[in-house]
């Protein structure tokens, strides 16, 4: 639309009003729109950030005792329960005096995850008709102690009422003790008895081994 100069200085341009004495824009140029009001926007909640994992090597590589994670690694590894005190035997039940002998002039004990320890010493004594075991093997490797009394001695095997404790074998710190009636029995030409409740304490076999 052409301009008109005897025109009122008040055209209104779409949807205003323009308030000026001055000649009102050329029709190239374009008038701003007005602005929309505009909904209101979500807040947007940040995701939560994830714990970063421990560094360091993983747990079923760890050796070091002072390592932090190591103490983890070894809550986990299964330790048996405290044992509690057996029932006295009155009187151990002897079916064969040959056996019987041999029992009291036993040569020692052993546990095969002491690789390098000499044989231990097991004494047996006849207490008031009750013979009674007690004996040790130790090195740097571990520990294993035997203590109790036998309920009967057969031809090839007898029972042993008692604890037996192994010590940081095959592994440092662990813990392994049981009591109860355990047989020890010897198989063929073979010049030992051997516990026959071998496994016990994390799934492991534990040879106790009585020799005569």
């Known amino acids: 639309m052409p301009w008109e100069s005897n025109a009122s200085p008040e055209i209104c341009f779409s949807r205003w009003a ?9 029709r190239n140029r374009i008038l701003a729109q007005p602005s929309c009001p505009r909904a209101p926007t979500r807040a947007i909640r940040p995701r939560p950030r994830s714990k970063p994992r421990p560094s360091g090597p993983p747990l079923s590589k760890l050796r070091c005792k002072g390592h932090p994670r190591n103490r983890l690694l070894l809550s986990k ?5 405290p044992a509690a005190p057996w029932r006295p035997c009155k009187k151990t039940q002897i079916n064969d005096q040959a056996a019987y002998e041999r029992l009291l002039n036993n040569s020692g004990v052993t546990l095969q995850w002491l690789w390098s320890a000499k044989r231990g010493k097991m004494n047996a004594i006849d207490d008031n008709d009750v013979v009674r075991l007690e004996g040790t093997q130790a090195n740097h490797e571990g520990t294993l102690k035997v203590k109790g009394e036998v309920v009967s001695i057969g031809r090839d095997s007898f029972v042993l009422r008692g604890t037996i404790l192994i010590l940081d ?4 710190g662990r813990r392994c003790e049981r009591t109860g009636d ?8 073979r010049k030992y008895w051997r516990m026959q409740q071998m496994e016990a ?7 106790v081994d ?3």
């Open 18 to 26: 323009w308030h000026s004495p001055l000649p009102p824009p050329s």
């Open 77 to 81: 590894r299964p330790f048996s329960k």
């Open 169 to 172: 074998a095959p592994d440092k």
């Open 182 to 189: 355990y047989e020890f029995k010897a198989t063929g030409k």
């Open 201 to 207: 304490c994390g799934g492991l076999t534990d040879y």
């Open 210 to 212: 009585i020799y005569y």
